[in-house]
Protein backbone atom coordinates (compact mmCIF):
# COMPACT_ATOMS: atom_id res chain seq x y z
CA UNK A 1 0.00 0.00 0.00
CA UNK A 2 2.94 2.34 0.77
CA UNK A 3 3.64 2.94 -3.01
CA UNK A 4 0.62 3.99 -4.05
CA UNK A 5 -0.21 6.25 -1.42
CA UNK A 6 2.75 8.40 -1.54
CA UNK A 7 1.56 8.21 -5.64
CA UNK A 8 -1.54 9.97 -4.35
CA UNK A 9 0.13 12.59 -2.28
CA UNK A 10 2.40 13.37 -5.19
CA UNK A 11 -0.97 13.54 -7.56
CA UNK A 12 -2.41 15.81 -4.84
CA UNK A 13 0.21 18.57 -4.81
CA UNK A 14 -0.94 21.71 -7.11
CA UNK A 15 1.36 22.31 -9.37
CA UNK A 16 4.20 24.14 -8.35
CA UNK A 17 3.65 27.82 -8.60
CA UNK A 18 6.17 29.60 -11.56
CA UNK A 19 8.93 30.92 -9.65
CA UNK A 20 10.86 33.32 -12.31
CA UNK A 21 9.59 35.68 -14.67
CA UNK A 22 8.97 35.26 -17.69
CA UNK A 23 9.64 38.67 -19.60
CA UNK A 24 11.42 41.38 -17.47
CA UNK A 25 10.54 44.79 -19.09
CA UNK A 26 12.86 47.69 -18.14
CA UNK A 27 12.02 50.68 -19.40
CA UNK A 28 14.73 54.08 -19.19
CA UNK A 29 12.90 57.19 -19.81
CA UNK A 30 15.46 59.51 -20.76
CA UNK A 31 15.51 62.89 -18.68
CA UNK A 32 12.38 62.00 -16.48
CA UNK A 33 12.44 63.81 -13.49
CA UNK A 34 10.89 61.84 -10.48
CA UNK A 35 8.42 64.70 -10.15
CA UNK A 36 7.00 63.45 -13.64
CA UNK A 37 4.87 60.32 -12.61
CA UNK A 38 2.57 62.83 -10.21
CA UNK A 39 3.27 66.24 -11.61
CA UNK A 40 0.63 65.49 -14.79
CA UNK A 41 -1.50 62.40 -13.22
CA UNK A 42 -4.53 64.86 -14.16
CA UNK A 43 -3.49 63.70 -17.79
CA UNK A 44 -3.03 60.05 -17.21
CA UNK A 45 -5.53 57.67 -17.90
CA UNK A 46 -6.65 55.14 -15.34
CA UNK A 47 -5.17 52.26 -13.80
CA UNK A 48 -7.16 50.31 -15.42
CA UNK A 49 -10.46 50.61 -16.74
CA UNK A 50 -13.14 48.24 -18.93
CA UNK A 51 -10.03 45.52 -19.86
CA UNK A 52 -8.05 48.29 -20.70
CA UNK A 53 -4.51 48.83 -18.96
CA UNK A 54 -3.39 52.16 -18.05
CA UNK A 55 -0.02 53.78 -18.79
CA UNK A 56 1.92 55.53 -15.66
CA UNK A 57 -0.57 55.09 -13.32
CA UNK A 58 -0.88 51.39 -13.78
CA UNK A 59 2.41 51.40 -12.23
CA UNK A 60 2.13 53.61 -9.54
CA UNK A 61 -0.71 52.40 -8.21
CA UNK A 62 -0.72 48.90 -8.94
CA UNK A 63 3.01 48.40 -8.26
CA UNK A 64 5.73 49.59 -5.93
CA UNK A 65 6.00 52.77 -6.67
CA UNK A 66 9.31 54.72 -4.55
CA UNK A 67 8.67 58.63 -4.89
CA UNK A 68 12.08 59.20 -3.27
CA UNK A 69 14.57 57.28 -5.43
CA UNK A 70 18.19 59.12 -6.76
CA UNK A 71 21.51 58.72 -8.41
CA UNK A 72 24.10 58.29 -6.20
CA UNK A 73 27.27 59.66 -8.04
CA UNK A 74 28.05 62.57 -10.73
CA UNK A 75 28.13 63.18 -13.68
CA UNK A 76 24.26 62.60 -14.11
CA UNK A 77 24.53 61.98 -17.53
CA UNK A 78 22.78 59.65 -20.42
CA UNK A 79 25.57 56.93 -21.00
CA UNK A 80 26.50 57.09 -16.44
CA UNK A 81 22.98 56.23 -15.50
CA UNK A 82 22.23 53.72 -18.20
CA UNK A 83 25.52 51.53 -17.30
CA UNK A 84 23.71 52.31 -13.53
CA UNK A 85 20.31 50.88 -13.51
CA UNK A 86 21.27 47.42 -15.02
CA UNK A 87 24.23 46.78 -13.15
CA UNK A 88 23.52 48.08 -9.56
CA UNK A 89 27.10 49.60 -9.83
CA UNK A 90 28.64 53.17 -9.70
CA UNK A 91 30.78 54.94 -12.02
CA UNK A 92 33.96 54.43 -10.66
CA UNK A 93 33.28 50.27 -11.04
CA UNK A 94 31.29 50.23 -14.17
CA UNK A 95 33.80 52.77 -16.23
CA UNK A 96 31.18 54.42 -17.38
CA UNK A 97 33.00 58.12 -15.94
CA UNK A 98 30.71 60.07 -18.52
CA UNK A 99 29.41 60.62 -21.73
CA UNK A 100 32.72 61.13 -23.36
CA UNK A 101 36.09 61.06 -21.23
CA UNK A 102 39.99 62.15 -21.80
CA UNK A 103 41.72 59.69 -22.26
CA UNK A 104 45.27 60.35 -20.51
CA UNK A 105 47.19 57.58 -22.35
CA UNK A 106 46.18 58.43 -26.00
CA UNK A 107 45.52 62.23 -25.40
CA UNK A 108 42.13 61.73 -26.48
CA UNK A 109 38.52 62.45 -25.57
CA UNK A 110 36.53 58.49 -25.90
CA UNK A 111 32.88 58.49 -26.63
CA UNK A 112 31.66 56.00 -23.43
CA UNK A 113 30.40 53.06 -26.09
CA UNK A 114 33.27 53.51 -29.31
CA UNK A 115 35.00 50.58 -30.19
CA UNK A 116 37.21 50.79 -33.10
CA UNK A 117 37.35 47.09 -33.62
CA UNK A 118 33.65 46.58 -34.01
CA UNK A 119 31.59 47.66 -36.92
CA UNK A 120 27.81 49.05 -37.54
CA UNK A 121 25.62 46.91 -39.20
CA UNK A 122 22.59 48.89 -40.96
CA UNK A 123 24.20 51.92 -41.43
CA UNK A 124 27.06 54.23 -41.29
CA UNK A 125 27.41 55.31 -38.03
CA UNK A 126 31.16 55.28 -35.99
CA UNK A 127 30.65 51.67 -34.79
CA UNK A 128 30.10 50.58 -31.03
CA UNK A 129 29.97 48.37 -28.46
CA UNK A 130 29.86 47.60 -24.66
CA UNK A 131 33.88 47.30 -24.15
CA UNK A 132 34.09 50.25 -21.95
CA UNK A 133 31.41 48.66 -19.60
CA UNK A 134 33.68 47.02 -17.42
CA UNK A 135 31.06 45.14 -15.04
CA UNK A 136 28.22 43.20 -15.86
CA UNK A 137 24.74 43.16 -16.24
CA UNK A 138 21.41 41.91 -15.33
CA UNK A 139 21.14 40.41 -18.93
CA UNK A 140 24.86 39.32 -18.75
CA UNK A 141 24.06 37.49 -15.29
CA UNK A 142 20.92 35.50 -16.63
CA UNK A 143 22.76 34.29 -20.18
CA UNK A 144 24.91 32.57 -17.57
CA UNK A 145 22.74 31.39 -15.32
CA UNK A 146 21.01 29.85 -18.45
CA UNK A 147 23.42 28.56 -20.68
CA UNK A 148 22.32 31.35 -22.97
CA UNK A 149 19.06 30.54 -23.12
CA UNK A 150 17.24 33.78 -21.93
CA UNK A 151 16.88 36.00 -24.65
CA UNK A 152 18.05 39.98 -23.69
CA UNK A 153 17.21 42.43 -26.47
CA UNK A 154 17.56 46.08 -26.28
CA UNK A 155 16.25 49.22 -27.73
CA UNK A 156 16.50 52.48 -27.64
CA UNK A 157 16.96 55.41 -30.39
CA UNK A 158 20.82 56.26 -28.37
CA UNK A 159 23.43 53.84 -29.38
CA UNK A 160 24.81 54.44 -25.34
CA UNK A 161 21.30 53.67 -24.24
CA UNK A 162 20.74 50.90 -25.93
CA UNK A 163 23.92 49.52 -25.04
CA UNK A 164 24.60 49.72 -21.34
CA UNK A 165 21.66 48.86 -20.39
CA UNK A 166 22.32 45.45 -22.11
CA UNK A 167 25.25 44.56 -21.41
CA UNK A 168 28.33 41.95 -23.32
CA UNK A 169 26.11 38.83 -23.57
CA UNK A 170 22.69 40.21 -25.01
CA UNK A 171 20.96 38.36 -28.26
CA UNK A 172 19.57 41.82 -30.10
CA UNK A 173 21.00 45.57 -29.08
CA UNK A 174 19.53 47.94 -31.70
CA UNK A 175 19.89 51.95 -32.36
CA UNK A 176 19.09 54.35 -34.53
CA UNK A 177 21.44 55.64 -37.51
CA UNK A 178 20.54 59.07 -38.25
CA UNK A 179 22.50 58.78 -41.37
CA UNK A 180 20.24 56.17 -42.79
CA UNK A 181 17.17 56.30 -40.76
CA UNK A 182 17.88 52.89 -39.87
CA UNK A 183 17.96 50.63 -36.65
CA UNK A 184 21.59 49.38 -36.56
CA UNK A 185 23.39 47.30 -34.38
CA UNK A 186 27.33 46.09 -33.92
CA UNK A 187 29.39 43.26 -34.82
CA UNK A 188 29.87 43.02 -31.56
CA UNK A 189 26.40 41.54 -30.49
CA UNK A 190 25.89 39.79 -34.46
CA UNK A 191 27.19 40.30 -38.10
CA UNK A 192 23.35 40.58 -39.11
CA UNK A 193 20.68 42.26 -38.35
CA UNK A 194 17.78 39.99 -37.43
CA UNK A 195 15.03 39.65 -40.34
CA UNK A 196 12.20 41.61 -37.98
CA UNK A 197 14.75 44.80 -37.96
CA UNK A 198 15.39 44.35 -41.58
CA UNK A 199 12.04 44.49 -42.69
CA UNK A 200 11.18 47.44 -40.51
CA UNK A 201 13.90 49.02 -42.04
CA UNK A 202 13.01 48.34 -45.49
CA UNK A 203 9.76 50.03 -45.06
CA UNK A 204 11.48 53.36 -44.46
CA UNK A 205 8.68 54.61 -42.00
CA UNK A 206 10.64 57.68 -40.36
CA UNK A 207 11.35 59.71 -43.81
CA UNK A 208 7.84 58.84 -44.53
CA UNK A 209 6.56 60.48 -41.43
CA UNK A 210 8.16 64.33 -42.46
CA UNK A 211 6.52 67.09 -43.50
CA UNK A 212 3.66 66.32 -40.74
CA UNK A 213 3.28 68.73 -37.37
CA UNK A 214 3.82 67.99 -33.84
CA UNK A 215 0.17 69.66 -32.77
CA UNK A 216 -0.70 69.33 -28.43
CA UNK A 217 -2.57 66.38 -28.17
CA UNK A 218 -5.00 67.90 -24.96
CA UNK A 219 -6.89 71.12 -25.57
CA UNK A 220 -5.07 73.84 -25.41
CA UNK A 221 -6.25 75.20 -21.44
CA UNK A 222 -4.64 71.98 -20.20
CA UNK A 223 -1.07 73.42 -20.71
CA UNK A 224 -2.28 76.17 -18.07
CA UNK A 225 0.35 75.24 -15.77
CA UNK A 226 2.83 74.71 -17.96
CA UNK A 227 5.35 77.91 -19.24
CA UNK A 228 6.39 78.68 -22.91
CA UNK A 229 10.47 78.29 -22.67
CA UNK A 230 12.35 81.94 -22.84
CA UNK A 231 13.41 82.65 -26.33
CA UNK A 232 9.64 81.52 -27.64
CA UNK A 233 7.53 84.05 -25.39
CA UNK A 234 6.73 86.34 -28.70
CA UNK A 235 5.37 83.11 -30.83
CA UNK A 236 1.97 83.43 -32.21
CA UNK A 237 0.78 80.01 -31.69
CA UNK A 238 -1.65 78.99 -29.26
CA UNK A 239 0.66 76.93 -27.34
CA UNK A 240 2.65 75.24 -30.05
CA UNK A 241 3.49 73.68 -33.68
CA UNK A 242 6.60 72.29 -34.63
CA UNK A 243 6.52 71.27 -38.13
CA UNK A 244 8.76 68.08 -38.46
CA UNK A 245 11.34 68.82 -40.96
CA UNK A 246 14.18 66.66 -40.21
CA UNK A 247 15.18 63.27 -38.78
CA UNK A 248 16.22 64.81 -35.75
CA UNK A 249 12.57 67.19 -35.72
CA UNK A 250 10.84 63.71 -35.68
CA UNK A 251 12.83 61.65 -33.12
CA UNK A 252 12.05 65.16 -31.11
CA UNK A 253 8.58 64.88 -31.32
CA UNK A 254 6.08 61.83 -30.30
CA UNK A 255 5.97 60.48 -34.11
CA UNK A 256 9.35 59.18 -32.94
CA UNK A 257 8.19 58.24 -29.40
CA UNK A 258 5.53 56.02 -31.03
CA UNK A 259 8.18 54.42 -33.90
CA UNK A 260 10.41 53.08 -30.31
CA UNK A 261 7.23 51.58 -28.96
CA UNK A 262 5.73 49.95 -32.42
CA UNK A 263 9.64 48.47 -32.31
CA UNK A 264 9.29 47.51 -28.91
CA UNK A 265 5.67 45.48 -30.01
CA UNK A 266 7.69 43.88 -32.92
CA UNK A 267 10.65 42.74 -30.97
CA UNK A 268 8.46 41.30 -28.50
CA UNK A 269 6.32 38.83 -31.18
CA UNK A 270 9.04 38.73 -33.37
CA UNK A 271 11.98 37.51 -30.85
CA UNK A 272 9.23 35.30 -29.12
CA UNK A 273 10.37 37.07 -25.75
CA UNK A 274 7.85 35.77 -22.43
CA UNK A 275 6.85 32.30 -23.90
CA UNK A 276 8.89 29.79 -22.37
CA UNK A 277 9.73 29.41 -18.29
CA UNK A 278 13.26 30.36 -19.28
CA UNK A 279 13.12 34.20 -18.17
CA UNK A 280 14.00 37.11 -21.04
CA UNK A 281 14.96 40.60 -20.16
CA UNK A 282 13.67 43.03 -22.83
CA UNK A 283 15.24 47.06 -21.94
CA UNK A 284 13.91 50.04 -23.18
CA UNK A 285 15.22 53.72 -23.50
CA UNK A 286 13.00 56.39 -24.54
CA UNK A 287 15.19 58.73 -25.90
CA UNK A 288 12.40 61.58 -27.47
CA UNK A 289 11.91 62.54 -23.66
CA UNK A 290 15.38 64.04 -23.19
CA UNK A 291 15.51 65.45 -27.16
CA UNK A 292 12.31 67.49 -26.20
CA UNK A 293 13.89 68.40 -22.54
CA UNK A 294 16.65 69.41 -23.74
CA UNK A 295 14.96 72.05 -26.22
CA UNK A 296 12.19 73.47 -24.38
CA UNK A 297 12.88 72.61 -20.95
CA UNK A 298 10.91 70.65 -18.05
CA UNK A 299 8.40 73.53 -17.77
CA UNK A 300 7.19 73.83 -21.23
CA UNK A 301 3.96 72.51 -23.03
CA UNK A 302 6.15 70.60 -25.06
CA UNK A 303 7.72 68.20 -21.97
CA UNK A 304 3.73 68.48 -20.45
CA UNK A 305 2.69 67.03 -24.01
CA UNK A 306 5.57 64.69 -24.81
CA UNK A 307 4.52 63.45 -20.75
CA UNK A 308 0.88 62.60 -21.82
CA UNK A 309 1.83 60.85 -25.29
CA UNK A 310 4.32 58.42 -23.39
CA UNK A 311 1.40 57.65 -20.93
CA UNK A 312 -1.13 56.44 -24.04
CA UNK A 313 1.96 54.43 -25.53
CA UNK A 314 2.83 52.68 -22.30
CA UNK A 315 -0.91 51.68 -21.82
CA UNK A 316 -1.28 50.39 -25.40
CA UNK A 317 2.17 48.34 -24.66
CA UNK A 318 1.02 47.12 -21.05
CA UNK A 319 -2.19 46.18 -22.75
CA UNK A 320 -0.09 44.20 -25.97
CA UNK A 321 2.08 42.58 -23.14
CA UNK A 322 -1.25 41.77 -21.50
CA UNK A 323 -2.67 39.35 -24.33
CA UNK A 324 0.35 38.00 -25.23
CA UNK A 325 2.44 37.12 -22.40
CA UNK A 326 0.32 38.35 -19.44
CA UNK A 327 1.15 41.04 -17.18
CA UNK A 328 0.96 38.75 -14.48
CA UNK A 329 4.04 36.73 -15.60
CA UNK A 330 6.10 39.87 -16.66
CA UNK A 331 7.79 42.19 -14.33
CA UNK A 332 8.22 45.70 -15.46
CA UNK A 333 10.79 48.19 -13.54
CA UNK A 334 10.84 52.23 -14.67
CA UNK A 335 12.89 54.74 -14.28
CA UNK A 336 15.11 57.28 -15.93
CA UNK A 337 18.67 57.73 -16.23
CA UNK A 338 18.68 61.88 -15.00
CA UNK A 339 16.51 64.27 -14.27
CA UNK A 340 17.16 68.18 -15.77
CA UNK A 341 17.38 71.55 -14.75
CA UNK A 342 15.19 74.43 -15.60
CA UNK A 343 16.07 76.51 -18.25
CA UNK A 344 18.66 79.00 -16.99
CA UNK A 345 16.92 82.11 -18.26
CA UNK A 346 13.33 81.30 -16.98
CA UNK A 347 14.54 80.88 -13.27
CA UNK A 348 17.27 84.09 -13.40
CA UNK A 349 14.53 86.32 -15.53
CA UNK A 350 10.64 85.25 -14.41
CA UNK A 351 11.39 83.68 -11.25
CA UNK A 352 14.48 86.07 -9.94
CA UNK A 353 15.99 82.70 -8.31
CA UNK A 354 19.86 82.80 -8.37
CA UNK A 355 20.67 81.09 -11.53
CA UNK A 356 23.34 81.07 -13.94
CA UNK A 357 25.27 79.33 -17.13
CA UNK A 358 29.28 78.52 -17.07
CA UNK A 359 31.21 78.63 -19.48
CA UNK A 360 33.72 75.64 -18.93
CA UNK A 361 36.89 77.81 -21.17
CA UNK A 362 36.72 80.00 -17.74
CA UNK A 363 37.94 77.16 -15.96
CA UNK A 364 40.97 76.76 -17.83
CA UNK A 365 41.73 79.78 -18.65
CA UNK A 366 41.64 80.08 -14.19
CA UNK A 367 43.99 77.58 -13.81
CA UNK A 368 46.36 78.61 -16.36
CA UNK A 369 46.42 81.80 -14.99
CA UNK A 370 46.86 80.88 -11.32
CA UNK A 371 49.86 77.91 -11.95
CA UNK A 372 51.42 80.61 -14.50
CA UNK A 373 51.47 83.11 -11.81
CA UNK A 374 52.53 80.70 -9.12
CA UNK A 375 55.01 78.45 -10.71
CA UNK A 376 56.14 80.36 -14.09
CA UNK A 377 54.88 80.15 -17.30
CA UNK A 378 54.01 76.74 -19.00
CA UNK A 379 51.37 74.27 -20.42
CA UNK A 380 49.28 73.44 -16.99
CA UNK A 381 45.77 71.81 -18.07
CA UNK A 382 45.44 68.82 -20.54
CA UNK A 383 41.93 68.78 -20.72
CA UNK A 384 38.63 69.90 -19.20
CA UNK A 385 35.57 67.71 -19.71
CA UNK A 386 33.33 68.65 -16.60
CA UNK A 387 33.45 67.40 -14.06
CA UNK A 388 36.85 66.44 -14.26
CA UNK A 389 40.01 68.80 -15.06
CA UNK A 390 42.94 66.64 -16.07
CA UNK A 391 46.40 68.60 -15.30
CA UNK A 392 49.66 68.32 -17.47
CA UNK A 393 51.16 65.55 -15.43
CA UNK A 394 54.31 66.77 -17.58
CA UNK A 395 54.51 69.88 -16.64
CA UNK A 396 54.24 69.24 -13.21
CA UNK A 397 57.09 66.50 -13.49
CA UNK A 398 59.48 69.18 -15.44
CA UNK A 399 59.21 71.90 -13.06
CA UNK A 400 59.50 68.99 -10.01
CA UNK A 401 56.34 69.89 -7.99
CA UNK A 402 54.82 68.23 -5.95
CA UNK A 403 51.12 67.13 -7.22
CA UNK A 404 49.29 67.23 -4.30
CA UNK A 405 50.51 71.16 -4.43
CA UNK A 406 49.51 71.87 -7.86
CA UNK A 407 45.90 70.27 -7.40
CA UNK A 408 45.16 72.63 -4.69
CA UNK A 409 46.66 75.78 -6.71
CA UNK A 410 44.66 74.75 -9.52
CA UNK A 411 41.85 74.12 -7.34
CA UNK A 412 41.88 77.06 -5.03
CA UNK A 413 41.94 79.05 -8.85
CA UNK A 414 38.41 77.27 -9.92
CA UNK A 415 36.79 77.77 -6.21
CA UNK A 416 37.00 81.21 -7.00
CA UNK A 417 35.00 81.60 -10.02
CA UNK A 418 31.49 82.26 -9.82
CA UNK A 419 29.09 79.07 -9.97
CA UNK A 420 31.49 77.10 -8.43
CA UNK A 421 30.28 75.46 -5.14
CA UNK A 422 33.12 73.28 -4.01
CA UNK A 423 36.59 71.34 -5.67
CA UNK A 424 37.71 67.95 -5.25
CA UNK A 425 41.37 67.00 -5.54
CA UNK A 426 42.55 63.25 -6.50
CA UNK A 427 44.72 63.09 -3.56
CA UNK A 428 41.65 64.37 -1.21
CA UNK A 429 39.93 61.23 -2.82
CA UNK A 430 42.86 58.74 -2.88
CA UNK A 431 43.04 59.43 0.83
CA UNK A 432 39.55 59.63 1.75
CA UNK A 433 39.79 62.87 2.91
CA UNK A 434 36.58 64.60 2.15
CA UNK A 435 33.01 65.75 4.15
CA UNK A 436 30.94 63.46 4.80
CA UNK A 437 28.27 64.76 2.84
CA UNK A 438 26.04 63.07 0.59
CA UNK A 439 27.52 65.46 -2.38
CA UNK A 440 30.91 64.22 -1.39
CA UNK A 441 29.78 60.43 -1.51
CA UNK A 442 28.67 61.36 -5.08
CA UNK A 443 32.02 62.68 -6.26
CA UNK A 444 34.02 59.37 -4.68
CA UNK A 445 31.48 57.30 -6.45
CA UNK A 446 31.77 59.16 -10.09
CA UNK A 447 35.54 58.83 -9.60
CA UNK A 448 38.01 55.92 -11.23
CA UNK A 449 41.63 56.32 -10.53
CA UNK A 450 42.88 55.29 -13.83
CA UNK A 451 40.38 57.57 -16.08
CA UNK A 452 39.57 60.24 -13.58
CA UNK A 453 41.60 63.57 -13.64
CA UNK A 454 42.89 65.60 -11.01
CA UNK A 455 40.26 67.87 -9.87
CA UNK A 456 36.78 67.20 -9.41
CA UNK A 457 34.40 70.14 -10.06
CA UNK A 458 30.94 70.74 -8.13
CA UNK A 459 28.89 73.79 -9.75
CA UNK A 460 26.39 75.76 -7.33
CA UNK A 461 22.72 74.46 -7.80
CA UNK A 462 21.04 76.51 -10.06
CA UNK A 463 23.99 76.62 -12.44
CA UNK A 464 24.83 74.81 -15.71
CA UNK A 465 27.70 74.20 -18.06
CA UNK A 466 26.21 75.32 -21.09
CA UNK A 467 25.57 78.08 -23.65
CA UNK A 468 22.60 77.82 -25.97
CA UNK A 469 19.61 78.39 -24.96
CA UNK A 470 18.19 75.11 -24.28
CA UNK A 471 19.05 73.14 -21.34
CA UNK A 472 20.28 70.02 -19.71
CA UNK A 473 21.99 68.05 -16.48
CA UNK A 474 24.87 66.66 -15.29
CA UNK A 475 25.26 67.70 -11.78
CA UNK A 476 25.44 66.44 -8.00
CA UNK A 477 22.08 68.20 -6.84
CA UNK A 478 18.40 67.42 -6.54
CA UNK A 479 16.82 68.13 -9.97
CA UNK A 480 19.15 66.15 -11.74
CA UNK A 481 19.80 62.67 -9.79
CA UNK A 482 15.93 62.89 -8.84
CA UNK A 483 14.07 60.11 -11.04
CA UNK A 484 11.18 57.72 -10.18
CA UNK A 485 11.04 54.00 -9.17
CA UNK A 486 8.43 51.58 -9.80
CA UNK A 487 7.73 48.43 -10.23
CA UNK A 488 5.36 46.13 -11.08
CA UNK A 489 3.87 42.97 -11.83
CA UNK A 490 5.34 39.13 -11.22
CA UNK A 491 6.63 38.99 -7.33
CA UNK A 492 6.49 42.95 -6.84
CA UNK A 493 4.66 43.74 -3.49
CA UNK A 494 2.52 46.69 -4.59
CA UNK A 495 2.61 50.26 -2.25
CA UNK A 496 3.90 53.25 -2.32
CA UNK A 497 6.75 54.07 -0.34
CA UNK A 498 9.03 56.88 0.58
CA UNK A 499 11.97 55.44 1.96
CA UNK A 500 14.99 56.94 0.34
CA UNK A 501 16.27 54.48 -2.47
CA UNK A 502 19.08 54.72 -4.96
CA UNK A 503 18.84 53.50 -8.72
CA UNK A 504 21.73 51.26 -7.56
CA UNK A 505 19.06 49.01 -5.87
CA UNK A 506 17.25 48.38 -9.37
CA UNK A 507 19.81 45.45 -10.68
CA UNK A 508 20.24 43.23 -7.06
CA UNK A 509 16.17 43.72 -7.44
CA UNK A 510 15.55 42.20 -10.71
CA UNK A 511 18.60 39.92 -9.71
CA UNK A 512 16.94 38.41 -6.63
CA UNK A 513 13.23 38.10 -8.68
CA UNK A 514 15.34 36.14 -11.53
CA UNK A 515 17.38 33.91 -8.99
CA UNK A 516 20.60 35.15 -10.32
CA UNK A 517 23.73 36.53 -8.87
CA UNK A 518 23.37 40.57 -8.89
CA UNK A 519 26.13 42.11 -11.55
CA UNK A 520 29.68 42.01 -10.95
CA UNK A 521 30.26 45.83 -9.70
CA UNK A 522 26.59 45.77 -8.07
CA UNK A 523 26.87 47.82 -4.74
CA UNK A 524 22.94 48.15 -4.22
CA UNK A 525 20.63 46.42 -1.92
CA UNK A 526 17.02 44.72 -2.90
CA UNK A 527 14.59 47.87 -2.85
CA UNK A 528 13.31 47.45 1.14
CA UNK A 529 9.53 46.43 0.83
CA UNK A 530 9.67 45.51 -3.22
CA UNK A 531 9.22 41.50 -3.11
CA UNK A 532 6.49 39.29 -2.02
ZN1 LIG B 1 19.80 60.94 -20.81
Given at each position: MLPLAIGALILSQ?????????LVLVISIDQFRGDYPVRFVEHFLPAQSEGKIGGFRYLTERGAYYDDAHYNHIPTETGVGHATIMTGSVPGLTGIIGNDWYDRKTGKTVYCVQDSYASTVGGTSKPMSPKNLLVTTVGDELKMATNGRAKVVSISFKDRASILLAGHAADQVIWFDGGTSNWVTSTFYNSRLPAWVTDLNAKKRPPSELNQVWNPLLPAAEYDLARKPPFQKDSPEPVFSHPLKTIGDWTTSPFGQKFVFDTVKIAIEREGLGRDEVPDVLTVNLATNDYIGHAYGPNSPEVLDITVHTDRLLSDLFTFIDRSIGLQNTTIALTADHGVIPIIEEMAN?????AARIKTSDLKGAVEAALDAKYGAGDWVQAVDIPNIFLNQATVAAKRLDPEEVENSAGRAIQSLPGIFAVVTRTQIASGNLPRTPWAQRVTNGFNPQMSGDIFVINSPGTYFGTGRGTGHGSAWEYDGYVPIILAGFGIQPGLRHEQVFVNDIAPTLSRLLKIVAPSGNVGRVLPGALK
Open positions: PAPEPHRPKDYKIN
